[in-house]
């Protein structure tokens, strides 16, 4: 087994070996001191939302003998038996992709991409003409940001061959980032696609690993400008497409000739409101699609039927039969053991939870591997059916990982270095309202009963986020928070995922309104049901998303509402880029009441309530004219605010700021609830 790992307290990954057989753990690379990040690779790992350092990434080849790691710009090979650790040819790489048999690396430099033969160090340049605005072999901004796809390179089963992105970028707006802290160095341009703008232009080519003329894919990428996925399986399995249409309505299956470029189309997904992409498979990003190896047929994820199902297609794209139960909901497809007949999935045994369950092919009862509750996530190793790595963040607060058989059977598990939780989150998990929406109540560790506490709501509230996950330990946080004197809550309303599919799509064309009736019915429920929660003293806090419900409850229900903390705020969504918000709310031009009804400027004049914003000041994601512009909008109309501003991005990878946000949250709250200290309740 390999794996990363940090020391407990520093954000440095090395790369380490461990033998389950003798249990003893080697470590394999260790990073260079220091690492300087070009401006390419540190968008990348922003999308990626890498916070961490060091050696960030490892490819092992089929046969498990070599593994190539990269530190920021510079990579290394290593022979798995000896440990030796080479050095690999060149600097400047990004995005490195091994290749299958771990003889080459396809790397990208100066926007162009480049194949490294490992043995001589000999560099071959395969495409010409990269520029700022026109990069070979890396995914566009709406790809890595909104879409879950971070490559833009792809090998071919026998390595002979490459698949690459070229995206053409000049006709999207220009945003430049300045750094305050660095006034003499000049502003950093970013090509962002906002709603309504120009997207990148995108086609796919193949090209020889050794060089030559490029064979460009052929599919009607203006109708389809969106690549979901791209799959090139092994075996008899084609190479397969993902396409999406600008308004995410509609999504086509292309099978592929890459000896020609031509596309046939296998598989079309329609829904009025918006199409969410197929889960990408397992913890090794392999994607759906997944081809049987025989290529008789394809294994494949939708929930037309209301929950996700897992189906397997024949060959022509024509259903065969749904695997999973829709008892089940689907989660990822983890591994297909062709010989046993099986395939092994996570799926939702309730909406709080992730369990692991191994199915027959040909459908039948789901056997459970993994009773433990909590959050479980496999991966099995290519042509390893017989054990899986589960990483589980267990109900009981713990983070394990373990080696298990295809019975679940604990094997090993994997040496951690973190130290034990100075906190223990004390977390009831319910149902709120008449909606039955997960709710979750957190208490301070000196909780008293027959005492009133101030109420802190923990909010997302909006798509592609659940809140409400039976993991404690994703919330140490919220219970430093609540061992300050207050009981903080969190609801999943209508319009975030993990329920069914009208529940997640019930905001299309309005992000607000519906989301914050849900939350405030959440409060009030619990608030009847539980005395020691005083909802005459209610705060609320979010980051993104959160930060924008956030700064959009304090000021449209006071009543409810005292204060508010909003972290990096989208405030006009038509400031946002193009792949998340119209799948959402359409365009601007389209519907122009849908994003003034869902934006924070509208009702700006109205606040009334403390409010502090927190951003980013370099954000390349949420930018800050988004704060720049509501605190306008409370200056215009004679609004008092507080304004926080930060060193960082979007993420705030550095663990110091985070925890001085987390000191500034509390301590805003505490001062403007008014009650820091839990009162007696008559």
């Known amino acids: 087994m390999l794996f990363l790992r940090s020391g407990p307290r520093d954000t440095t990954l090395h790369l380490w070996h461990f033998d389950p057989a003798s249990g003893t753990e080697t470590e394999l690379a260790r990073p260079t001191a220091t690492e300087s990040l070009s401006v390419e690779e540190k968008a990348r790992r922003e999308r990626a939302r890498m916070s961490l350092t060091g050696i960030t990434d490892f490819a092992l080849s089929d046969n498990g003998q070599t593994a190539l790691v990269s530190q920021a710009d510079r990579l290394k090979q290593i022979d798995i038996a000896t440990g030796k650790v080479s050095d690999v040819a060149g600097r400047g790489w990004i995005a490195p992709r091994l290749s299958p048999d771990g003889t080459h690396a396809a790397v990208v430099r100066d926007n162009?991409?480049?194949?490294?033969?490992?043995?001589?160090?000999?560099?071959?340049?395969?495409?010409?003409?990269?520029?700022?605005?026109?990069?070979?072999?890396?995914?566009?901004?709406?790809?890595?940001?909104?879409?879950?796809?971070?490559?833009?390179?792809?090998?071919?089963?026998?390595?002979?061959?490459?698949?690459?992105?070229?995206?053409?970028?000049?006709?999207?707006?220009?945003?430049?980032?300045?750094?305050?802290?660095?006034?003499?160095?000049q502003p950093v341009e970013f090509r962002y696609p906002r709603a309504g703008t120009a997207n990148a232009r995108i086609r796919l080519g193949l090209i020889a690993r050794d060089g030559g003329p490029t064979h460009w894919v052929q599919w009607d990428n203006t109708a389809f400008p969106y690549l979901a996925r791209a799959v090139w399986p092994k075996g008899h399995g084609p190479l397969t497409l993902v396409v999406l249409n600008r308004v995410q309505t509609e999504e086509r299956v292309l099978r592929v000739d890459p000896a020609t470029g031509q596309t046939t189309t296998l598989l079309i997904e329609r829904d009025p409101a918006w199409i969410n992409i197929s889960p990408s498979g397992d913890?090794?990003?392999?994607?759906?699609?997944?081809?049987?190896?025989?290529?008789?047929?394809?294994l494949w994820a939708a929930e037309r039927n209301g929950h996700w199902q897992l189906e397997l297609r024949h060959a022509d794209g024509t259903l065969n039969h749904a695997?999973?139960?829709?008892?089940?909901?689907?989660?990822?497809?983890?591994?297909?053991?062709?010989?046993?007949?099986?395939?092994?999935?996570t799926a939702n045994p309730d909406r709080i939870r992730t369990a692991i369950y191994r199915l027959p092919l040909q459908g039948g009862a789901p056997v459970l591997l993994t009773p433990e509750a909590g959050l479980h996530g496999a991966t099995f190793a290519d042509g390893n059916h017989t054990r899986f790595i589960d990483s589980l963040s267990g109900a009981d607060g713990s983070a394990v990982t373990t080696l298990r058989d295809t019975d679940g059977h604990v094997l090993a598990s994997v040496p951690a270095v973190a130290e034990t939780p100075t906190l223990t989150p004390h977390?009831?998990?319910?149902?709120?309202?008449?909606?039955?929406?997960?709710?979750?109540?957190?208490?301070?560790?000196?909780?008293?009963?027959?005492?009133?506490?101030?109420?802190?709501?923990?909010?997302?509230a909006g798509p592609g986020y659940k809140q409400v996950l039976d993991a404690p330990r994703q919330y140490l946080e919220s219970q430093c928070m609540a061992d300050?004197?207050?009981?903080?809550?969190?609801?999943?309303?209508?319009?975030?995922?993990?329920?069914?599919?009208?529940?997640?799509?019930?905001?299309?064309?309005?992000?607000?309104?519906?989301?914050?009736?849900?939350?405030?019915?959440?409060?009030?429920?619990?608030?009847?049901?539980?005395?020691?929660?005083?909802?005459?003293?209610?705060?609320?806090?979010?980051?993104?998303?959160?930060?924008?419900?956030?700064?959009?409850?304090?000021?449209r229900r006071p009543d409810v509402f005292k204060a508010g903390v909003?972290?990096?705020?989208?405030?006009?969504?038509?400031?946002?880029?193009?792949?998340?918000?119209?799948?959402?709310?359409?365009?601007p031009q389209d519907d122009?009441?849908?994003?003034?009804?869902?934006?924070?400027?509208?009702?700006?004049?109205?606040?009334?309530?403390?409010?502090?914003?927190?951003?980013?000041?370099?954000?390349?994601?949420?930018?800050?004219?988004n704060t720049m512009k509501m605190t306008q909008a409370f200056i215009t109309a004679g609004r008092p605010y507080n304004l926080l501003l930060l060193p960082g991005t979007h993420m705030l990878t550095d663990p110091i700021l985070r925890a001085h946000v987390d000191d500034a949250r509390e301590a805003f709250l505490a001062a403007t609830l008014k009650a820091p200290t839990p009162a007696t309740l008559n």
């Not at 071919?156 to 006034?183: F, R």
């Not at 309005?510 to 608030?527: E, K, S, V």
């Not at 122009?592 to 390349?620: C, E, F, K």
């Open 323 to 345: 695997i999973t139960p829709a008892s089940l909901p689907f989660v990822s497809l983890d591994d297909v053991d062709p010989k046993a007949g099986t395939v092994t999935i």
């Open 112 to 185: 162009d991409v480049h194949v490294v033969t490992l043995a001589s160090g000999h560099i071959t340049r395969l495409t010409h003409g990269g520029t700022e605005t026109l990069t070979h072999g890396l995914a566009e901004f709406a790809a890595a940001e909104e879409l879950a796809r971070p490559d833009g390179l792809w090998w071919s089963p026998d390595g002979q061959t490459i698949l690459y992105e070229e995206a053409d970028s000049s006709g999207v707006e220009k945003h430049y980032i300045t750094d305050p802290q660095h006034p003499a160095t």
């Open 566 to 587: 909003a972290g990096a705020p989208p405030a006009d969504f038509a400031d946002y880029d193009t792949a998340y918000t119209e799948r959402y709310l359409g365009t």
């Open 427 to 460: 977390i009831e998990y319910t149902r709120a309202g008449t909606r039955d929406m997960d709710a979750m109540i957190i208490r301070p560790a000196g909780f008293k009963p027959g005492q009133h506490y101030p109420v802190v709501l923990s909010v997302y």
């Open 283 to 298: 913890g090794r990003g392999r994607s759906l699609p997944r081809w049987l190896p025989d290529g008789s047929g394809f």
């Open 592 to 625: 122009p009441d849908g994003y003034r009804v869902s934006n924070v400027l509208t009702y700006a004049h109205a606040l009334s309530r403390p409010l502090l914003i927190m951003h980013g000041l370099t954000d390349d994601n949420v930018y800050f004219e």
């Open 484 to 555: 300050h004197g207050f009981i903080v809550i969190s609801v999943d309303g209508r319009g975030t995922p993990g329920r069914d599919h009208d529940w997640e799509r019930a905001t299309k064309n309005n992000l607000i309104d519906l989301p914050l009736q849900d939350q405030i019915d959440g409060l009030t429920a619990l608030g009847r049901r539980y005395p020691e929660l005083d909802l005459n003293h209610v705060g609320v806090h979010g980051w993104s998303f959160g930060g924008y419900f956030t700064a959009m409850a304090t000021i």
